[in-house]
Nanobody
């Protein structure tokens, strides 16, 4: 079973920065795509950024130029560097990983979420 553990959330003032981390553990062959989603109170969970195994990235329009997604395949980890944070970025941030197992099967896994709060 794969576990994803997020860290790095917290309270920051508008204009500040945070770096989220997502560490994967368990028995699996490889991680394909890693993505970060966020969910604000009363809203749906939305994609923030995604990175493929080859390093291709895509971002939500609202975070382009402010957020950067990256990964470390050796450490089996993903990261989200968030700069110029705005109150509208306040949400619970979730890591998602598409994992390939040794038996060839694929599965999508979620972390438990980490709270990011941006004060004005």
């Amino acid at each position: 079973q794969v576990q994803l553990v997020e860290s790095g959330g917290g309270l920051v003032q508008a204009g500040g920065s945070l770096r989220l981390s997502c560490a994967a553990s368990g028995s699996f062959f490889t991680i394909n795509a890693i993505a970060w989603y966020r969910q604000a109170p009363g809203k749906q969970r939305d994609l923030v950024a995604r990175i493929t195994s080859g390093g291709s990235t895509n971002y939500a329009d609202s975070v382009k130029g402010r957020f950067t997604i990256s990964r470390d395949n050796v450490k089996k980890a993903g990261y989200l560097q968030m700069n110029s944070l705005e109150p509208e970025d306040t949400a619970v941030y979730y890591c998602n990983a598409d994992v390939r197992y040794y038996n060839g099967r694929y599965a999508s896994h979620w972390g438990q979420g980490t709270q990011v709060t941006v004060s004005s």
